[in-house]
């Protein structure tokens, strides 16, 4: 089952905009990561941030999580064309043995 | 380092047949999951490895549905009968013990005539 909602479903902007994403979980959790992936395959993990932490920072991808609401964003500044993917929120619930429970997803698309 | 691997890319089966995937993890990483992604379901867990044992297999969807590993290294997703309902790609994961980042492998296309 999916534990957790992302929105919107699809996102389209121009190159050198802000992208942000939001996803939405459930139950209780240890942290909450960002993959991202292209046509389809593989999953490229992103970022990470624990229960504990409120917001964090790596390159261009900023991440923040609201534990009371559960939440998360990640805001993609300045974006690439390069950076036209799906997104993907996964959560590592508490007690859940490290294994990821993946939102639906972002489909993001960067125009030149 | 080389990341993680699975064979093939991938699988056109007729229903009925059985069919055997293949990952590979990175070396040294003792933790192994695989994941199903399908249009219907989304991305989900299927099993956990620790070492050679798999201490959660609450995701395999049937008794259809079997994995091992062997020699901590190497896992063998196998579907017996397939169905029409079994594709999807089937995304592998493995990790360092309780380590929090997964890397995953490219996947295998499965389609099922």
């Known amino acids: 089952s999916q534990q957790g909602e992302e929105d919107p479903q699809a996102l389209s902007i121009q190159e050198g905009e802000n992208a942000t994403m939001n996803c939405s979980y459930k139950?209780?959790?240890?942290?909450l990561q960002w993959y991202r992936q292209n046509s389809g395959r593989g999953l490229v993990h992103l970022i990470l941030?624990?229960?504990?932490?409120r917001e964090k920072h790596s390159g261009r991808l900023r991440v923040t999580l609201d534990t009371s609401k559960k939440s998360s964003s990640l805001l993609i500044t300045a974006s690439r064309a390069a950076d036209t993917a799906s997104y993907f929120c996964?959560?590592?619930?508490?007690?859940?043995?490290?294994?990821?429970?993946f939102g639906t997803g972002t489909q993001l698309k960067v125009e030149l | 380092g080389a990341g993680v691997s699975q064979s093939p890319s991938n699988k056109v089966t007729e229903k009925g047949k059985d069919v055997e995937l293949r990952c590979d993890p990175i070396?040294?990483?003792?933790?192994l999951y695989w994941y199903r992604q399908s249009l219907g379901q989304g991305l989900e867990f299927l099993i956990y490895?620790?070492?050679?044992?798999?201490?959660?297999k609450s995701g395999l969807p049937s008794d259809r549905f079997s994995a091992e590993r062997t020699g901590g290294s190497v896992s063998t997703l196998t579907i017996q009968r397939t169905q029409q309902e079994d594709s999807a790609v089937y995304l592998c994961?493995?990790?360092?013990?309780?380590?929090?980042?997964?890397?995953f492998g490219p996947g295998t296309r499965l389609l099922v005539l």
């Open positions: 490895f620790q070492g050679n044992s798999a201490p959660d």
């Open positions: 941030i624990r229960s504990n932490e």
């Open positions: 139950t209780s959790i240890n942290n």
């Open positions: 070396s040294g990483h003792t933790a």
């Open positions: 994961a493995s990790s360092h013990f309780n380590a929090e980042t997964q890397y």
């Open positions: 996964a959560t590592d619930l508490t007690g859940g043995g490290n294994k990821l429970t």
